[in-house]
């Protein structure tokens, strides 16, 4: 799947794949301790999408559905990763909060999930405020609110909240989520051992998406990858992908796994497949890398001129600006572009620390050094 259709369908995630998979099953007694049988709901998703569908046609003012059926959106786009579900998911929700404004803190959470998405941060933080507000004792709302902080690059007040203990029974969406923010302040260590501890216990639990536990095992890979722990990465990206095939993001670090070996045959082919699910700047980029080191320049060439497609559909957007900064400041092209870029992430980020890192990779391509320090 390639070109403008395709292109319509793709990630919204840019550090780690998206907002953290929450469910509502999100902790588990300590004692738990075999793998569960792993759910291939998303198999049915069209169908579950399509029974809420009709449920809520028969009943307009019921606000349980209208909230789930945002959920089902949202979980589609997860698997899938087309905004139109992200679209829909936030009516739903709105739909679900007038016929129910108080307490509605699932409507609530779907609601911030689809403001993460389209890189909403404020609004989604005002939606899980207002969470807050409605269930106070609500650790899985604590976590996502720590979580948004820190996509704005508010450290310190997300290391606040996540410095709390939370319920008596382990958390995997806590841990996950501590877990990035002892990564994103320079305790890998730390960040291995709790992602690994939150990935065992999602591996555990028979309720959570298939996708969601590909995502846990991704994240594992990631964080091996960063602490120059090939073997592990590699063996965490192919669990993620027997977990969920069609997951673009595990394919996507795999292929960046690949391009850091030179194994250039398996980049190319875990690229392809990531871009052809989602073509994203950043699965293009390697897609391109690999078929120059391969020597087919006209193949690269056409790969490069997708990913100034995608910059021209999704400018509106600008969901993947900082992919895009990114991949033009590594090439020198484009660089008026990608400054533009760089600053339209910086201003819905504030002092994220990848925000600035890749303006300041752009300033440094563009020869402007002293503004990049």
């Not at 507000?133 to 290391?159: C, K, N, T, W």
Request: charged fraction near 25%.
């Amino acid at each position: 799947m390639r070109g403008a259709g395709a292109i319509v369908a793709f990630a919204a995630a840019i550090a780690v794949g998206g907002s953290w998979p929450w469910f509502s099953a999100h902790s588990v007694p300590a004692s738990a301790v075999s793998p569960a049988p792993l759910a291939t709901d998303y198999r049915q998703r069209n169908a579950i999408v399509g029974f809420y569908e009709a449920q809520l046609r028969l009943d307009s003012d019921d606000q349980v559905t209208a909230r789930t059926l945002g959920g089902e959106y949202l979980q589609r786009f997860r698997e899938i990763g087309d905004l139109n579900d992200v679209t829909r998911a936030i009516a739903m929700a709105n739909r679900s909060l007038r016929l129910q404004p108080s307490g509605n803190v699932q409507a609530l959470m779907v609601l911030a999930s689809g403001d993460v998405a389209y890189h909403r941060f404020a609004a989604a933080l005002s939606a899980e405020r207002a969470a807050d507000e409605a269930a106070p004792f609500d650790d899985g709302v604590h976590a996502q609110i720590a979580s948004i902080l820190m996509e704005m690059g508010r450290y310190e007040a997300a290391g606040r909240i996540l410095a709390r203990q939370p319920g008596p029974d382990p958390d995997p969406t806590w841990m996950s989520i501590r877990a990035r923010y002892d990564e994103l302040t320079g305790n890998l260590a730390g960040a291995r051992v709790q992602m690994n501890a939150a990935t065992a216990l999602v591996d555990e639990m028979m309720t959570v998406p298939a996708y969601t536990r590909s995502w846990y095992h991704m994240r594992d890979g990631q964080l091996a990858f960063e602490a120059g722990d090939g073997a592990a990465a590699s063996e965490e990206f192919d669990e993620s992908l027997r977990d969920y095939p069609d997951n673009a993001m595990a394919l996507l670090f795999e292929a960046k796994l690949y391009r850091a070996h030179h194994d250039w045959r398996r980049a190319l082919a875990s690229a392809s497949r990531s871009a052809d699910l989602y073509p994203l700047p950043q699965a293009l980029g390697y897609e391109a890398d690999a078929q120059r080191a391969l020597g087919d320049d006209e193949a690269a060439r056409r790969t490069d001129a997708l990913i100034r497609a995608e910059q021209q559909l999704f400018n509106a957007q600008g969901i993947n600006d900082r992919l895009l900064a990114m991949y033009y400041a590594e090439h020198r092209e484009h660089l008026g572009d990608a400054l533009t870029a760089a600053r339209s992430d910086v201003a819905k980020r504030g002092n994220e620390i990848y925000a600035d890192d890749t303006m300041a990779w752009v300033l440094a391509a563009m020869g402007r050094w002293r503004e990049a320090r």
